[in-house]
């Protein structure tokens, strides 16, 4: 299986969007914070992502990319470990400072888990 980050990958729909941030389920695996939700997703893909890092911990824009940068990779690499199919998912970067990739990874890895298992 290719290992990309297509357009239809993306969550860009602000509908689904705000509903996920109301309705969805929370999870927390530090570094990151996790919103998900089962949706029904038009095109067939595993699910649907966005990224944010908040401009209150990470004031310069640099700072920022580089940190959802490093969690779109670790999306693209570790997707065919999520077990469920047609999820919405907005990933948000919560710790104060930078950390590597490996640890970013690492959370993807076992949040990716912990969904499966409450499923």
Do not use: C
């Not at 640890?103 to 890895?109: A, F, L």
Request: charged letters at 35%.
């Amino acid at each position: 299986m290719r290992q990309t980050f297509p357009k239809k990958e993306r969550l860009y729909s602000r509908k689904l969007l705000e509903s996920l941030v109301q309705n969805g389920n929370i999870l927390n695996q530090y570094p990151l914070h996790i919103k998900w939700m089962e949706a029904d997703l038009k095109e067939k893909v595993k699910a649907r992502v966005a990224f944010a890092v908040p401009k209150r911990s990470f004031k310069k824009a640099v700072d920022r990319n580089r940190l959802k940068r490093r969690m779109r990779e670790a999306w693209r690499r570790n997707k065919q470990g999520l077990s469920l199919s047609g999820i919405a998912l907005l990933l948000v970067y919560t710790a104060r400072k930078e950390e590597t990739y490996e640890v970013i990874e690492r959370s993807m890895k076992g949040w990716m888990l912990k969904i499966a298992k409450k499923s």
